[in-house]
Nanobody, 117 residues
Framework: VQLQASGGGLVQAGGALRLSCAAS????????MGWFRQAPGKEREFVAA????????YYGDSVKGRFTISRDNAKNTVYLQMNSLKPEDTAVYYC???????????WGQGTQVTVSS
């Protein structure tokens, strides 16, 4: 499985960005795709995830109400719409795929998001 993330950049506080992550390669009958982030000197943090079969979504407390995860089945792509961005959202964002019984098994390369105050 290959995951290709894109869409990061520099934005002012209060602005918005949309991240994309396209999956290719092996397919699974049941899996989730999600986003994590890691800021310098901090541990990796869960941001959001979506179940591919029924679109159930999950969010980290720090992004609830501001970020929205969605998917496009036809494109095997997951999106993260980030609104009302804050400087503390600055981090490298990683997309990942969780497979039943294997956890977050596959990871994409990170994409940098920088929010200026």
């Amino acid at each position: 499985v290959q995951l290709q993330a894109s869409g990061g950049g520099l934005v002012q506080a209060g602005g918005a960005l949309r991240l994309s992550c396209a999956a290719s390669g092996r397919t699974f009958s049941s899996y989730k795709m999600g986003w994590f982030r890691q800021a310098p000197g901090k541990e990796r943090e869960f941001v959001a995830a979506i179940s591919w079969s029924d679109s159930v979504t999950y969010y980290g407390d720090s992004v609830k109400g501001r970020f929205t995860i969605s998917r496009d089945n036809a494109k095997n792509t997951v999106y993260l719409q980030m609104n009302s961005l804050k400087p503390e959202d600055t981090a490298v964002y990683y997309c990942a795929m969780s497979v039943t019984n294997l956890g977050w098994r596959y990871w994409g390369q990170g994409t940098q998001v920088t929010v200026s105050s």
